[in-house]
């Protein structure tokens, strides 16, 4: 868990240097400080588990195995980047490890994870369906295509301030209704952009909204990597025991602005200094460091992670740029209007 959070920070700052110079066009909004939620999560997901995530992404990509040297590519614009190199910091997505892509609109994430629940309870219908009718026809049964599958739940990742968007009461209505496999994660960072959530959001708040929906809720402290994976493991293990939809609310706190140029000037200098001193990574750190692991191995973690990501920009800089007829591939053609 500290190896990937400290390669989500490394990331980050890469991809903020590399947009603040020029080098990576685009937008990157950095997620430093929340390093936690994202590893705590994915802790405890498999392979074949599904995520979605927010413009605010690049932690769960990576938190859940996609490839950083494409990321980065992808950032950069260049061949090879993890979507070809069209979509940048805020449409990162690596289907090979289940993630589904991030998302520029605020909300849009939630409707998708649903979408992928959906799909994962009707194709173990289908799976069930077949293996009845082999039995019934009297052929011996066997492991049917896609059965690692049958258990597989949506991870959705979000901020504070999707709850205030349409597609949170839809998805959470949806969800509860037909017990869809997902852990509904809210980031709740205190700021939706560059307005502090608590004043444009009534009533309770993100836990209270999702319970009035039939989802139940649990609060933890995102600043804990070692308490997220906790509460995590627990409502995985619900989920994938049919209890349906659960939802977890991380309280967290972005360390950056709201994008790598934004100077956060509208919070107190002295409300950011504190979320610093309570940094997931040194959190964890200090724990590892009660259980008896050497601070020698600790640094050498952070300092991997560093070179890690400073060969990955230093690759994209040098690769090439995508050929322009690849501008014509993945798009649909519906034809001409009738």
Known sequence: MLRDMARIRAFEHEAVAAMRSGQAPGVVHPSIGQEGVAVGVCA????????????????????????????MLELHGRAGGSCGGKGGSMHIADFAVGMLGANGVV??????????????RLRRAVRSAEAAARLAGGQRNREPAGAEEDDAIVACFFGD??????????????????????LFVCEDNGFA??????AVTA?????????????????VDGEDALAVDAVAAELVAR??????????HARCYRWEGHTGTDAAAYRPAEEAAAARDRDCIRRLAAALAT???AAEEIAAIEAEAAEEMASHRAAAMAAPWPDPGAAFSDVQDAGAPA
């Open 291 to 293: 259980a008896g692991v």
């Open 239 to 248: 989920i994938r025991g049919g209890a349906g939809p659960q939802f977890l």
């Open 161 to 182: 301030g999707a709850v205030n968007r349409g597609p949170f009461l839809e998805g959470m209505n949806w969800a509860a209704l037909y017990r869809l496999p997902v």
């Open 44 to 71: 405890n997901l498999r392979r074949a588990d599904r995520i979605t995530s927010t413009h605010r992404g690049h932690g769960h990509a990576i938190a859940k195995g996609a490839d950083a040297r494409a990321m």
């Open 193 to 198: 952009a560059f307005t502090r959530n608590s």
């Open 107 to 120: 909300g849009a994430g939630i409707p998708i994870a649903c979408g992928a629940a959906q799909a994962i």
């Open 203 to 219: 009533g309770g708040g993100p836990a209270v909204r999702a319970e009035a929906c039939g989802v139940p809720a649990i609060a």
